[in-house]
């Protein structure tokens, strides 16, 4: 099974851009589709954003669309989300995740099999 490990988070303040990255272990990695998720403090895990395996399709939560941007790289096994316009509401731990092989939304956390420790974004106003 693939391993995940997330790294770029840190301390900024609102209107700052951060790159978060995601590196995925094993050769599989370029066969499936994979997603950001977030999760803040005392809240669910919420959908960020998703790509499917060959980079083509990209999907965004409403609260990011227009700010984020999740790319892939398959000959580096790395996955980018890149924030730009960062809000305080955008402050959570972010974790990557590796989607099934299964039809259906690629919003939904029960629809990722493997997941990375995560990293924290502080966004301050």
């Known amino acids: 099974q693939v391993q995940l490990v997330e790294s770029g988070g840190g301390l900024v303040q609102a209107g700052d851009s951060l790159r978060l990255s995601c590196a995925a272990s094993?050769?599989?990695?370029?066969?499936?589709?994979m997603g950001w998720f977030r999760q803040a403090p005392g809240k669910e895990r919420e959908f960020v954003a998703a790509?499917?395996?060959?980079?083509?399709?990209?999907y965004y939560a409403d609260s990011v669309n227009g700010r984020f941007t999740i790319s892939r790289d398959n000959t580096k096994n790395t996955l980018y989300l890149q924030m730009n316009s960062l809000k305080p509401e955008d402050t959570a731990v972010y974790y990557c995740a590796t989607r099934t092989d299964s039809p259906g939304t690629y919003s939904s956390r029960y629809k990722y099999n493997a997941w990375g420790q995560g990293t924290q974004v502080t966004v301050s106003s």
């Open positions: 790509i499917t395996w060959s980079g083509g399709t990209t």
């Open positions: 094993g050769r599989t990695f370029r066969r499936y589709g």
